[in-house]
């Protein structure tokens, strides 16, 4: 990626963050959105932002609980309440809300490291080939705007392609512009990435809609070199208009950095 000289889009998108009378502001331009709405990842990262914003920590986010409740974009306002604030951790439940109502209701809970007898790690990243051998996911015009912020690097499986018979995308993302802001805000961004899972199970096309999305962070100070992290996502169920899915993401050194689940409606 080349040298830049003007703020990313993700980075432009979060400088129209303010807060006032306790609540944050911001706006999603049409950069960002799927259809008639946001994409569900950048709604996860405005609602962090702006509880960032409005209670500010140190402490490193650990869990969040997103529910897509329905559509958002344009002028956007955050609010939260403090759920629990102990010596330990900060549970906040964050809102966002549009001109189209309510859109986004996250949890978030920040929580520091904690000296413990175990270590163990059996989320291994799978081997794959570097993101530098790889061609990028071609521009197609049914692809939503959102994509155009990422670099994807599909590694085995289906180009998002559809009638496979494996419901899993594993592919490179990394940002097109590189943003300079807090990398848990940059990671709920683009952890939610990828086509639902059960995407690649399709012989024949039909609209999608992620109801919820877990993140489970794995470190308190996650990155990765060149921008590149592994995203995972794998359906094991996809029946009556319902899929889940388990989701992983990796820095380039193989360390797993988050892990997640999703529900998605199906109408097809």
Known sequence: ?????????????LSTLRTEEGVAKAHIDDGWMQGRTAYGGISSAVALAGTMALHPTDTPLRYAQISFVGPVG?????????????????????????????GTAAVFAFSPDRKSHLDHNRLTMPDCPAPETLEPVPDHHARPSFVRHFDMRPTTGP??????EVGEYLTWVRFVEEPACHPAVALLAMGDALPPAAMALFSEFGPISSMNWTVNMLTSDPKTDDGWWLLSAKTGFARHGLSVQDMMLWNRAGEPVLSGSQAIAIYA
């Open 159 to 164: 180009r998002f392609a559809w009638k496979s």
């Open 1 to 13: 990626m080349t040298a830049q000289t003007s703020p990313s889009a993700l980075d432009a998108l």
């Open 74 to 102: 344009g002028d956007c306002t955050v609010t939260t309440r403090v759920l629990r604030q102990s010596k330990s951790s900060l549970f906040v439940d964050a809102g966002v809300s549009s001109d189209a109502g309510f």
